[in-house]
């Protein structure tokens, strides 16, 4: 599903109207209106008849008004506060707000503080509130008497639906523009916002619905380079029923030590239940009697090491075992030593077949990342592996989630799977892809060996570095949300994660 930034979002704006020649009003007309059937809705499904609209000097505002006359024409107690002086509000708002004073709706400003009382008096009498302060016309932070309207209305706890996007949340990247409008639902227009789509922004948007107000899908199309990444866009294709394991590819995984026997089991079991034909372990040769019993399907190679660990020695067993591969997986479980660390060099400097570098092959490469430039490589860090590899504060890469994985992948040439509550996935052409699944039960150990696994595997059933990268945080999200209706988040493990693959591959069927 495309998703536009508040620029793009103008943008297809813009050339709806100016070029194509609908009416401004048109559009504010279908967003007001499908606001208010969503408010409809809710009244209606909870037998409530009260609603206040809180609506801010600009077409969101506009918005807002629509969504009044709509409710009041439909027999509901309709009351509507202004955050500015009726004198103030211009152009298609002006239209509507003019309309509704006409009919007789109750509009009244709240501009100064002694107003306030007012205002809360209706909203404890109140059932619904519609906030249509800001949408993505917000600029800045949120201060002065709008920002006590803001606290008010989150304290009320009422129902909340907000138009377009809650009013104090930043659009594009999900952060809180000094406060924030907690909503129970937010009816966002014709295009969701990235911001709805990452944290802290999942926390304030609610439930999303996307409302169809009439811009043409095609003008987004032409420019949209974000995405979310949902059921309709992983549909796997039927195994052919003329094939064997030789078609499903051969994926070589180099992982575990001595401590981190369990992080190799992961990973290979991981990639043995996504499909892969024959998954290959290669991890130090004192490790190998362990992990053999455990795993049955998957055939496993002891190499050379030093105290349970793989030792720069077993470069060249590597290479073998990589030349007989299809595609490699690095890093589960190795451990961060100076030897590891020269070995997944050398051995990513000489690959030529799609890699999947994870966790101590990922610390491996700090300060020499060069030596990814341009390979078919995916890189799978968590924020706190990102942060060593760019040398950003893990909260400058939380907080600018999107720039920050551009910025790497226009710099690096590769695909890379920002782990976290909302995982990212930035593309070598450009494009960045939010994923839907996934649950905080999933915050555990060895949930992100599985990862690795399962999107080596589809690497290894030929799918692209980027569509291996986005069906495997996919479905391993899938999985981990199956694992949730049986364990819930508390008790879920890595192993919950495992043991339902197969369902959510099945969804994708
Ligand atoms: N342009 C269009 O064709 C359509 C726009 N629509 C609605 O219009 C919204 C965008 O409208 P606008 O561009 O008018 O912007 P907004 O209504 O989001 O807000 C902009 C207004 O708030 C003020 N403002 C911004 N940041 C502020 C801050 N930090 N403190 C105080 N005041 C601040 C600005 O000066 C401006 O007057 C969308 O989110 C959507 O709800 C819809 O009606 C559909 C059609
Ligand atoms: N709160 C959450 N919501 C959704 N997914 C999560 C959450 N926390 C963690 N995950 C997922 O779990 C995995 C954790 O990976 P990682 O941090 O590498 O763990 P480990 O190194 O222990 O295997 C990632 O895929 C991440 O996206
Ligand atoms: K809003």
């Not at 807002?64 to 024409?73: C, I, P, S």
């Not at 349970?308 to 030593?337: F, M, Q, R, W």
């Not at 996935?425 to 960045?432: D, L, M, Q, R, Y």
């Amino acid at each position: 599903m495309i998703v536009l930034t508040s620029k793009q979002m103008r943008e297809v704006e813009k050339i709806a109207i100016e070029k194509i020649g609908i009416p401004s009003i048109c559009l504010m007309e279908n967003a007001g209106r499908e606001t208010a059937l969503e408010v409809k809705k809710i009244l209606e499904e909870k037998n409530l008849n009260s609603v206040i609209i809180i609506s801010g000097k600009g077409n969101n505002g506009g918005d807002g008004y629509v969504v009044a006359r709509n409710l009041y024409n439909w027999g509901v107690d309709v009351k509507v506060f202004l955050t500015t002086s009726i004198g103030a509000i211009s152009g298609d708002a002006k239209v509507n707000l003019d309309a509704i004073l006409n009919m007789g709706i109750y509009v009244a400003e709240i501009t100064q503080r002694e107003h306030l009382k007012f205002l809360e008096k209706a909203i404890k009498e109140s059932n619904v509130i519609v906030d249509a302060i800001y949408g993505i016309g917000l600029k800045g932070r949120i201060t002065g008497i709008v920002k006590d309207i803001i606290e008010m209305i989150n304290q009320a706890n009422k129902i909340v639906v907000s138009v377009d996007i809650p009013s104090g949340l930043n659009a594009d990247t999900g952060k809180i523009e000094g406060c924030a409008i907690k909503a129970s639902k937010t009816v966002t227009m014709q295009f969701v916002k990235p911001g709805l789509l990452v944290y802290p922004g999942v926390d304030y948007a609610g439930e999303v619905r996307v409302a169809e107000i009439g811009i043409p899908y095609r003008l987004a199309a032409e420019i949209g380079k974000i995405y979310l990444v949902t059921s309709e866009d992983v549909k796997l294709p039927k195994r052919l029923g003329d094939t064997h394991k030789g078609n499903y590819g051969k994926a070589l995984i180099i992982a575990g030590s001595k401590n981190m026997t369990g992080a190799a089991y992961l990973c290979a079991k991981g990639a043995i239940k996504t499909g892969c034909g024959l998954v290959k372990l290669a991890v130090p040769q004192s490790a190998q009697s362990v992990i053999q019993g455990a795993l049955y399907e998957v055939i496993t190679y002891g190499l050379e090491e030093k105290n349970g660990i793989l030792s720069y020695n077993a470069l060249s067993s590597v290479l073998k075992l990589i030349d007989e591969s299809d595609v490699i997986a690095i890093g589960p479980g190795l451990t961060h030593d100076k030897d590891i660390s020269q070995l997944v060099y050398d051995i990513v400097k000489n690959i030529d077949k799609p890699v999947v570098l994870d966790a101590d092959a990922l610390n491996a490469l700090v300060g020499r990342l060069e030596v990814i430039q341009g390979k078919r490589i995916i890189l799978t860090p968590h924020y706190g592996e990102m942060s060593r590899l760019t040398g950003l504060g893990t909260d400058e890469i939380k907080n600018n989630l999107f720039e920050v994985a551009k910025t790497f992948i226009d710099r690096y040439k590769v695909t890379l799977v920002l782990k976290g509550a909302k995982t990212v996935i930035a593309t070598k052409e450009g494009s960045i892809y939010i994923n839907s699944t996934g649950n905080p039960g999933m915050a555990t150990a060895g949930s992100g060996d599985v990862l690795t696994g399962m999107i080596t595997a589809f690497l290894a059933q030929g799918f692209s570095e980027e569509k291996a990268a986005i069906h495997g945080v996919f479905y391993h999200g899938k999985a981990g949300d199956i694992a949730r209706e049986y364990v819930g988040e508390y008790g879920m493990t890595a192993m919950d994660i495992l043991e339902n693959i197969p369902d959510a591959l099945k969804c994708g069927l």
